[in-house]
């Protein structure tokens, strides 16, 4: 672009979707090894902001250390006759898109999640202190945001003097998350999409709406709507809700027309209220991820800044990974932790009553969202750190899963103890025994593992009681 002329790399669309890998860093800003980082956008009377103005709280990129991780707050103030309050989540988001135009340099997720790499290659290029990354994003805001009269960026990398503001900055996310609560998503005829992301994930799209924040975190339903109406060619858009073909799961015509085209049919249906069938699609800049127990039948919920293993053994990024790339998978849905304050959260599956374990950082944060006789039956990482403690705790607990285990553990010693129907198929439609049952329990290194409707097909079908086999080993 002719604009950067005077920017030592290049900057352009082409480079969104890079990853910079540690090895090739030469440093970082925020991330998870960093507690304060954030990025704001607050709108202002327009004698309270000086164009172009970029200041710089602490040392510069070319004074950091190479390989090391920093503090970073980047507040940009604006002004415009057109700007109101309500926009300024919208053009906090755009903070993403445009440093992703930057060559050699990564930026991912939002809010007080931002996670930043810049490469030693842009780095030797000259790309070296922050009044550079001032002067592409202002520039950027300008052109594409004509509503942006006049912008003004304070970077703040000073480890003392961004925690008051870091402070600052999470009061005013929640006072505008607040405003979303309330509105019910039957209660409107538009919800909203987002793309933002398909830049590190082609086959995510993000669908918003009253009581489903965008996995982010960032972007409401008012948001959503706002972005639509001043950028409508934007990465956010509108979608019809349309006919509501499933109020439990979360389905939509609207959506899923939605959500076909912008994924070039690689989606066809989505399910918003479940994390099994047709879940919602995750990018990679989900603020937490529900995850499947298969142990207990129940959900852990882990936190992109959760620093130890959670209670399946796993750390967030291997649980992450498990569903980012705008994958539908099965047990593993990436979510913001406002969807969490939702009475959609988890519908379909049972909501709060089917959450087991989160960290205690997490559910102090939601706390007051969940039902109030179940907030001392959901572990912390204080409670279980293993499978094991988990189910222990939940039975201690009285956890209403462990209800539906014993009921389980009925149905299955009932199916069990039903004749099993043995077979053979006459032989000119097939040769070997067919064992069919409703319901077959197999156990298998100590997991069992129950085959509903089964037909198998084997050339010799050989059953014991548990008791014959130990006596034959003795």
Not at 40 to 62: C, H, S, Y
Not at 231 to 241: A, C, H, L, N
Not at 385 to 392: C, N, P, S, V
Request: net charge negative.
């Amino acid at each position: 672009m002719s604009m950067f002329q005077d920017i030592p790399v290049d900057v352009g669309v082409v480079y969104e979707g890079e990853r910079i890998r540690r090895k090739d860093m030469q440093v970082e800003l925020g991330g998870p090894d960093v507690k304060e980082k954030f990025e704001l956008v607050r709108v202002k009377k327009a004698d309270e902001v000086e164009d172009g103005k970029i200041t710089l709280i602490g040392p510069d990129i070319k004074d950091m250390e190479e390989g090391k991780s920093y503090p970073l707050g980047i507040f940009i103030e604006v002004a415009g006759a057109k700007l109101d309050p309500e926009l300024e989540g919208v053009i906090e988001r755009r903070i993403h898109q445009y440093c992703n135009y930057i060559e050699g340099f990564m930026h991912l997720n939002q809010r007080y999640d931002i996670w930043i790499r810049l490469s030693k290659k842009s780095f030797q290029k000259g790309f070296n202190s922050f009044q550079l990354l001032g002067k592409v994003l202002h520039r950027l805001f300008k052109s594409e945001l004509p509503i942006v009269e006049k912008l003004q960026i304070t970077f703040i990398t000073d480890p003392e003097k961004i925690k008051p503001i870091y402070d600052e900055a999470l009061q005013i996310y929640e006072a505008r998350d607040a405003r979303a609560r309330g509105l019910k998503d039957e209660e409107v005829d538009k919800f909203y999409g987002c793309v933002l992301c398909q830049s590190f994930a082609p086959t995510h799209c993000c669908v918003i709406t009253p009581q489903r924040y965008s996995n982010c975190g960032a972007i409401s339903w008012f948001d959503g709507r706002a972005s639509a109406s001043i950028d409508p060619k934007g990465p956010v858009f509108e979608i019809e809700r349309g006919e509501i073909l499933d109020p439990v799961k979360g389905e939509f015509s609207g959506v899923n027309e939605a959500v076909k085209k912008r994924t070039l049919g690689e989606v066809t249906q989505v399910w918003l209220y479940t994390a099994f069938g047709k879940p919602h699609t995750s990018c990679g800049c989900f603020e937490a991820v529900a995850f499947y127990i298969p142990e207990v039948d129940g959900f852990g919920i882990v936190h992109r800044g959760y620093p130890d293993v959670a209670v399946n053994g796993l750390p967030f990024s291997t649980i992450a990974d498990s569903t980012a790339g705008g994958r539908q998978v099965d047990g593993f849905h990436g979510v913001s932790i406002e969807y969490m304050r939702s009475k959609k959260f988890l519908q379909a599956d049972g909501g709060y009553t089917r959450v087991v374990w989160m960290p205690k950082e997490v559910k102090e944060r939601v706390k007051n969202f969940i039902p109030a006789e179940l907030v001392d039956k959901i572990a912390t990482e204080e409670d279980a750190k293993t499978i094991d403690e988990l189910k222990a705790f939940l039975e201690a607990r009285g956890h209403p899963l462990v209800q539906r285990w014993k009921k389980e553990v009925e149905a299955v010693a009932e199916e069990a103890a039903a004749p099993v129907e043995v077979k053979e198929e006459a032989p000119e439609a097939v040769s070997t025994p067919t064992l069919t049952a409703a319901t077959l329990p197999v156990t298998v290194g100590g997991v069992k593992i129950i085959l509903k409707d089964a037909k198998i097909y084997a050339k010799k079908v050989i059953i014991r009681t548990v008791k014959s086999e130990k006596e034959n080993k003795g």
